[in-house]
Nanobody
Framework: VQLVESGGGLVEAGGSLRLSCAVS????????LAWFRQAPGQEREFVAA???????YYSDSVKGRFTISRDNAKNRHYLQMNALKPEDTAVYYC?????????????????WGQGTQVTVSS
């Protein structure tokens, strides 16, 4: 299974970006998917997750601003980020696990993308 992120970049505070993650391999619809992020000097932290029946979970810091979604026909999942803040600046990683149950713990995810930089200027 390989994951490839795209869609990062530089945006002003209050702006929007959409991250995309292409997932290779079989049984995409039965996988739980997630996004994590890591800012310089900080640990990687949970952002959002979606399970096999499209129930969604968010960290408190992004709830109401970010939306995770999946397209099982395209083997992709997305993170729509609105009302971005400078503190959202980080490398964003998409992740997948072999089963449909979603977790907020990075150790539960077997597959990871290479990361995409998101920078929000003030």
């Amino acid at each position: 299974v390989q994951l490839v992120e795209s869609g990062g970049g530089l945006v002003e505070a209050g702006g929007s970006l959409r991250l995309s993650c292409a997932v290779s391999g079989d049984a995409f619809s039965s996988k739980a998917l997630a996004w994590f992020r890591q800012a310089p000097g900080q640990e990687r932290e949970f952002v959002a997750a979606i399970n096999g029946v499209s129930s969604r979970y968010y960290s408190d810091s992004v709830k109401g601003r970010f939306t995770i979604s999946r397209d099982n026909a395209k083997n992709r999942h997305y993170l729509q980020m609105n009302a971005l803040k400078p503190e959202d600046t980080a490398v964003y990683y998409c992740a997948a696990r072999a089963t449909a149950v979603a977790y907020k713990i990075m150790q539960e995810y077997e597959y990871w993308g290479q990361g995409t930089q998101v920078t929000v200027s003030s």
